[in-house]
């Protein structure tokens, strides 16, 4: 079955670590996004790709990096440069530029919460 | 910067009853979307709306856009429990490939 699966669901860091979430997706999606929520807020968009070994940052994208090596993976770490990093973590794909969320087809991982200790 | 902002922040109803929620957004765009978030989980796509389109109905769910005032309500009829959820309107910004989310109504149908 296709999809967009994030790992692991939960994850405990300890301050001034870095740390990686994962996101891969088998829809052959050319898009992928990630969102940090945070508690009884919206989504905030972090960082996204447009294609392959290319990739924008959003609207908070300080403290955080990510890579675009494979279409089927975009990693997030999380540096030690990240004040708040305790927060849930939304990875999500879609078709592409021309019709980026415009339909169904696109999707949302079940997310990663993460927590500094 | 967030697009979008929902109204009322919360919502409390008893179960049959209808529940209404609003969403103003900034910019022109593409279409916009509604999603549903049970308590610390994924994003449930729920109905998306273009920006030609005016109202949209799935199952339960009616949705309204007014492009004139930036601005979409979600209609959730004869409510149930397990309607209990939060709830994000969300935007592609016109010439963007970007989903942009509102700050989300918190909806609680008491049995």
């Known amino acids: 079955d296709g999809g967009i699966t994030q790992s692991p669901k939960y994850l405990f860091r300890k301050e001034g670590q870095n740390v990686t979430l994962s996101c891969e997706q088998n829809?052959?999606?050319?898009?992928m996004y990630w969102y940090r929520q945070d508690p009884g807020q919206g989504l905030r968009l972090i960082y996204y790709?447009?294609?392959?070994?290319?990739?924008q940052k959003g609207d908070i994208a300080e403290g955080y990096s990510v890579s675009r090596e494979k279409k089927e993976s975009f990693p997030l770490t999380v540096t030690s440069a990240q004040k708040n990093p305790t927060a849930f973590y939304l990875c999500?794909?879609?078709?592409?530029?021309?019709?980026?969320?415009?339909?169904?087809?696109?999707?949302f991982g079940q997310g990663t919460r993460l927590t500094v200790v | 910067s967030q697009q979008g902002e929902e109204d009322p922040q919360a919502l409390s109803i008893q179960e049959g009853e209808n529940a209404t929620m609003n969403c103003s957004y900034k910019?022109?765009?593409?279409?916009l979307q509604w999603y549903r978030q049970n308590s610390g989980r994924g994003l449930v796509h729920l109905i998306l709306?273009?920006?030609?389109?005016r109202e949209k109905h799935s199952g339960r769910l009616r949705v309204t856009l007014d492009t004139s005032k930036k601005s979409s309500s979600l209609l959730i009829t004869a409510s149930r429990a397990a309607d209990t959820a939060s709830y994000f309107c969300?935007?592609?910004?016109?010439?963007?490939?970007?989903?942009?989310f509102g700050t989300g109504t918190r909806l609680q149908v008491f049995p």
């Open positions: 999500a794909s879609s078709k592409g530029w021309e019709s980026a969320f415009m339909n169904t087809e696109d999707f």
């Open positions: 829809l052959n999606h050319d898009a």
């Open positions: 790709s447009q294609i392959v070994n290319d990739f």
């Open positions: 910019t022109s765009i593409n279409n």
């Open positions: 709306i273009r920006s030609n389109e």
């Open positions: 969300a935007t592609v910004p016109y010439n963007t490939d970007k989903l942009i």
